[in-house]
């Protein structure tokens, strides 16, 4: 009984070590050139939550929150007055991002969010 328990634990322990290399291996550099940095597994991360991950807003979140299809939005916003969004904040329901990134971060960022209106 012991030993099934200990090959459970070590299988466990083994398991989560492989989840943090291959982590740790996913960062790869951007086109901005920051290492560590991928707009796509931010924007999955810490903007889908409402946006969703095609940019649809069709999250339980989003829908609460009223957050527009980046294929409205697109039409109505542009690059830069996103990006502002971004480094601001906007209302109760957005935080501010620029203390956690780079101006450029948050630029590669809405590239990739208005990316999703041609998808």
Known sequence: MQRYLL???????????????????????TLDGQAGFSAHDVYLDKCSACHAQDGSGKTVKGRKDKVKDIRQTIKKMSEDQMIQI???????????????????QIKALVEYYRSLAGQ
């Open 7 to 29: 090959r459970r634990v070590l299988g466990a322990i083994l398991g989560a070590l492989f989840v943090c290399i291959t982590t740790l291996l996913a960062f790869t550099p």
């Open 86 to 104: 971004v480094e601001k904040g906007k209302g109760a329901y957005m935080n501010s991002f620029s203390k956690q990134y780079s101006p450029e």
